[in-house]
């Protein structure tokens, strides 16, 4: 059999991976899994995630709901609201088709905050029944859960709108914005205009087109809902929408109604159980605990950096393929990214098989 020999530049992380690979009984050394990725990853491969756990057995848990709160949003309004872990939100259409922006906070440490992109990388565009919506890092934890939609019509990819977008795009000095919004909301708790994150936009309906989003007409109807069980204490800030001039909420703003229940047994055991990580850091590990009271920035003298993992020196590491593999491995394009490079286009094929295999 033909051989040929590769080299491949691998940093310490990488080599970690695959040697977690290894050690985990995907292949005998590094060699052979180069043989299998080559192999596999050109028919797809299976996924190597566990099964989905069983779901729960709710039969013979209450389904009793204890009212905490109510309160009616009404158009250019949002309101602040405290929903205790175990506790349940619910955000209802009055009328149908109308927008909501939706943001929390930690109760006990606002800096931590719903997060629109990672909740974004998590579920996709358009989160569901089922998904979580994350804290930013460097706390990535799951704040609360979407236990009910009837919609299913939400959006992350749009950011909330500005005071600036109705002046520069529509001629406004003034108009309802849901930044504006949100500020006033949560200036009962003693938040600023800089506190305000990007929203999860309830019962709005986008899609792809292109290159760009595109906002569609509004589908939801009135008793159409999102119920969202608190994972933690949390400071919720639901909005109306300020878009009357766009079709976000078919150009017209209306009322919605918003509820705060004790969670139900079967309510709390239908929430997925959550991994601990110990990459889920709180201040008390942060080398900068402090937040700022002031506005200038000014250089720290006695700043020294100290960077993840760095340098980061990647090593030659070589690999012998059989020619088969060799032809294989040329046949998959990757030379209009890496060239003549054999080993880089290995290096892909390698990290590429990983994702599929272990992320799916």
């Not at 990488?14 to 060699?31: F, V």
Request: with cysteine; glycine share 6%.
């Amino acid at each position: 059999m033909t051989v040929q020999t590769l080299t491949l530049k691998l940093n310490p992380q990488q080599r970690e991976l695959l040697e977690r690979c290894i050690a985990a009984g995907d292949a005998a050394d590094l060699q052979a899994l180069a043989q299998r990725a080559v192999r596999e990853w050109k028919d797809g491969v299976p996924s190597a995630r566990p099964a989905p756990e069983p779901a729960p057995d709710l039969a013979g848990l209450s389904t009793q709901r204890k009212a905490v709160a109510s309160h009616v949003l009404q158009p250019g309004t949002g309101k602040a609201m405290e929903v205790k872990q175990g506790q349940l939100m619910r955000i209802e259409q009055i009328e149908g088709a109308q927008c909501v922006d939706f943001n929390c906070f930690n109760l006990h440490d606002y800096r931590e905050f719903m997060h629109v992109g990672r909740t974004r990388t998590l579920h996709g565009f358009n989160p569901g029944p089922g998904d979580f919506l994350w804290s930013a890092p460097p706390r990535e934890r799951a704040m609360m859960y979407i236990l009910a939609d009837t919609a299913r019509c939400n959006d992350v990819m749009f950011p909330r709108c500005s005071a600036n977008l109705y002046e520069s795009a529509y001629g406004f000095a003034r108009h309802t914005n849901c930044h504006d919004i949100q500020s006033e909301a949560q200036r009962e708790y003693g938040l600023t205009p800089d506190d305000v994150h990007d929203s999860f936009n309830l019962f709005m309906r986008t899609e792809i087109v292109g290159e760009r989003g595109r906002i569609e007409r509004q589908v939801s109807k009135a008793g159409d809902h999102v119920e969202f069980v608190a994972l933690m204490d949390v400071l919720a800030v639901p909005n109306i929408c300020g878009a009357d001039i766009m079709r976000t909420s078919n150009f017209s703003l209306k009322p919605v109604k918003v509820e705060i229940f004790e969670a139900s047994e079967r309510d709390l055991a239908s929430v997925p159980p959550q991994q601990a990580y110990a990459t889920q850091r709180t201040p008390a590990q942060f080398k900068q605990p402090h937040i700022r009271a002031e506005r200038a920035l000014q250089r720290d003298a006695s700043y020294v950096p100290e960077f993840v993992n760095t340098p980061l020196h990647p090593q030659a590491v070589q690999v012998q393929l059989p020619s088969a593999d060799c032809d294989t491995l040329a046949g998959f394009g990757l030379h209009q990214f890496y060239g003549s490079d054999a080993g880089a286009q290995l290096r892909d094929v390698l990290f590429s098989w990983w994702e599929k295999r272990y992320l799916g």
